[in-house]
Nanobody, 128 residues
Framework: QVKLVESGGGSVQRGGSLRLSCLAS??????????LAWFRQAPGKEREGVAQIFAGGSSPRYADSVKGRFTISQDRGRNTVYLQMNSLEPEDTAMYYC???????????????????WGQGTQVTVSS
């Protein structure tokens, strides 16, 4: 059973930085056939894909709104995927979720309905 636990959220001012962590259960990295992604959902808005990375290590993908500011990375030895967020803006305020799925099941990386496994989320608040 895949389990994901996010941490690292908090409150920062505009221009600040945060690093989110997602601790995954060992089966995510044991096969190297899953993808991990970060999504976010602001109040009253749909959940949107932020970044994705293949557990086997292929090139990451980003939403246009975060390119150049956010970086997704992973530490396979720690079964952890990270989201480094720099130059944060109030528009980045949202609940951030970690998600995972078998790579062969994903047709559109940023579509939340394509991911079966989700963490509980961590809140990010950016004030102006």
């Amino acid at each position: 059973q895949v389990k994901l636990v996010e941490s690292g959220g908090g409150s920062v001012q505009r221009g600040g930085s945060l690093r989110l962590s997602c601790l995954a259960s060992k089966d995510v990295y044991s096969s190297n056939s899953m993808v991990l992604a970060w999504f976010r959902q602001a109040p009253g808005k749909e959940r949107e894909g932020v970044a994705q990375i293949f557990a086997g290590g292929s090139s990451p993908r980003y939403a246009d709104s975060v390119k150049g500011r956010f970086t997704i990375s992973q530490d396979r030895g720690r079964n952890t995927v990270y989201l480094q967020m720099n130059s944060l803006e109030p528009e980045d305020t949202a609940m951030y979720y970690c998600a995972a799925e078998w790579s062969f099941k994903i047709t559109k990386w940023s579509a939340p309905h394509e991911y079966r496994y989700w963490g509980q989320g961590t809140q990010v608040t950016v004030s102006s």
